[in-house]
């Protein structure tokens, strides 16, 4: 069982930054992918990004490649979603996931555990 717990959501203008955490509870962290994902108001959720177990290896959906980056640092047992230069459609609400299979995953049936989310809002 893994506890999922997101942080670092708020207000901010377009064009500024936030950071995201999500720190898991246990001592199995580094055996989990894990991923972003966010929910914007009347939309379904959207996959944004995941890394793999060691966090060598990334995938960031197109419309935050260059803009957002997911990192890892297994010994805190917390993955990042660092945002930049973000944007109104960026609004939305942002929650980490945890996979026990290996690989990339991008959907949301390939994750066996959620945190409840963090709110992020872009104003214009």
């Known amino acids: 069982q893994v506890q999922l717990v997101e942080s670092g959501g708020g207000l901010v203008q377009a064009g500024g930054s936030l950071r995201l955490s999500c720190a898991a509870s246990g001592r199995t962290f580094g055996m989990y992918v894990m991923g972003w994902f966010r929910q914007a108001p009347g939309k379904e959720r959207e996959f944004v990004a995941t890394a793999s177990r060691s966090g060598a290896s990334t995938y960031h959906i197109d419309s935050v490649k260059g803009r957002f980056t997911i990192s890892r640092d297994n010994a805190k047992n917390t993955v990042y979603l660092q945002m930049n230069s973000l944007k109104p459609e960026d609004t939305a609400v942002y929650s980490c996931?945890?996979?026990?299979?290996?690989?990339?995953?991008?959907?949301?049936?390939?994750?066996?555990?959620w945190g409840q989310g963090t709110q992020v809002t872009v104003s214009a």
């Open positions: 996931a945890a996979s026990a299979a290996p690989g990339i995953h991008i959907r949301e049936v390939e994750y066996d555990y």
